[in-house]
């Protein structure tokens, strides 16, 4: 058809100027995921915008941060390293000690296995593992004799497989379990290789040099070189801000005050940090006299979702809106957690129609209690002590007015849109 009269062809510099922000955005959706998924392999969605965007990724990252990226051909590897070591609020979910030396004892048995491998025999590498008598001395055994041990080597595959160290190829872990099947897995060797993010291995100690705590290891594991300049100082400390930052829900000034130079630093630039890391990773920041937090409106870049559907999530926000008018009555003091499943329970007349049916059986206040302020702590809205839960600055952000019912059968709560809003 011929082109009408007049007609122009469209403007080759709004095409580039369109082209460019498409670019820009595909590069930020990358960065995101990639701070969601450190350990990425081919099958995630977001792998193909990295590997487009591996240079700029890897200059950002190694420039704010600190952090090392590399990216091979089936799998890249964001080697992010934590600013706190002593925030035990991270790891996989429901992973004890002991899990975590199966987790460890399975990924050196996967690390000297055929490139395919049953679980049945990963069992069997594991029994060989776990009798070093070493192991025996402190207390450790595995026997795969019991169903509860059975179930704890599911675990662990199934947590490789959601890393992507392991591809199901056939059968059903639950079925080796019940001891009437097993199943196959393919070993991916690269990301395998890449599960350990320290900055040295642990087998690099003599035995006789290793060190002996759990909190030295760690900073022995982690320990960067900085060098021994003025610029050199104030490098390590803009990495370690825009660690936490990235890492944490919100950065409070009182956790700075045993390093005066770090807490100088940030005070004064923590306007500029703020502006860098929002507008590359999408965020926005809310700075307060308490500190700084950048938010995501999307709530995607968390781990634990804050307003969410579920009995979990409704009495965690029930239990902030508690604390929160606590510390408002009597602030500076903790609240008991006997105090909190009390709170608990007294709310069941009034919400628990709308909750499962365990949460309303007699007792159960108590695990509710419990899983609320485990995730306020993982949020850094509540600070956990012997004493309790002592309430943070950020918590205040979730004071919720009265619930209030609507057609649908379900509670909606006023205000919970700006509650969304302060995700932290």
Request: aromatic share 6%; hydrophobic share 45%; proline share 4%.
């Amino acid at each position: 058809m011929a082109r009408e009269a007049g007609a122009r062809a469209p403007d080759a510099v709004q095409v580039k100027d369109v082209l460019a922000r498409h670019r820009e955005d595909e590069r930020r959706d990358a960065l995101r995921a990639l701070l969601m998924c450190p350990l990425m392999t081919a099958s995630h969605p977001a792998f193909h915008a990295v590997r487009r965007h591996e240079r700029e990724l890897r200059d950002w990252f190694s420039q704010a941060a600190g952090w090392i990226l590399h990216v091979e051909r089936d799998c890249a590897r964001l080697y992010k390293r934590p600013a706190d070591l002593a925030d035990a609020t991270r790891g996989a979910d429901e992973f004890d000690r002991r899990r975590y030396i199966l987790f460890c004892l399975a990924c050196a048995a996967l690390e000297r296995a055929e490139p395919q491998i049953t679980l049945r025999t990963l069992g069997e590498k594991l029994l060989a593992l776990a009798a070093d008598p070493e192991l025996g001395a402190r207390g450790f055994t595995f026997t795969l004799d019991s169903h509860h041990e059975r179930r704890e080597l599911v675990a662990i595959c199934r947590y490789l497989l959601s890393l992507g160290v392991l591809l199901r190829v056939a059968g059903d872990e639950d079925a080796f379990v019940s001891k009437v099947g097993d199943a196959l897995y393919d070993v991916r060797r690269r990301a395998l290789a890449g599960l350990l993010a320290a900055a040295r291995g642990p087998s690099t100690w003599a035995p006789e040099n290793a060190p002996a705590q759990l909190d030295e290891r760690l900073a022995a594991l982690t320990e960067e070189f900085t060098p021994d300049s003025e610029e050199g100082r104030r490098t390590a400390m803009r990495h370690h801000l825009a660690r936490r930052l990235l890492d944490d829900p919100v950065v409070y000034l009182d956790e700075l005050d045993e390093r005066p130079a770090l807490r100088a630093y940030f005070q004064n630039q923590r306007g500029a940090l703020a502006a860098r890391l929002g507008e590359a990773a999408g965020l926005h920041a809310e700075q307060r006299a308490e500190g700084l937090a950048l938010v995501d409106d999307s709530g995607e870049l968390t781990d634990v979702a804050m307003p969410a559907a579920g009995t979990a999530s409704h009495v965690t926000l029930l239990v902030a809106e508690f604390l929160a008018a606590a510390g408002r009555a009597q602030p500076g003091t903790s609240v008991s957690e006997a105090a909190v499943a009390e709170a608990v329970r007294g709310l069941i007349p009034e919400y628990g129609r709308f909750w499962a049916k365990a949460a309303r059986e007699p007792g159960a206040e108590t695990g509710l209690a419990a899983n609320a302020l485990a995730r306020l702590a993982m949020l850094r809205l509540v600070r956990r002590e012997a004493a309790g839960a002592f309430p943070l600055p950020a918590l205040a952000r979730f004071a919720l007015g009265d619930a209030e019912l609507v057609a649908r059968k379900r509670t909606s709560t006023k205000g919970a849109e700006r509650a969304q809003d302060a995700l932290f």
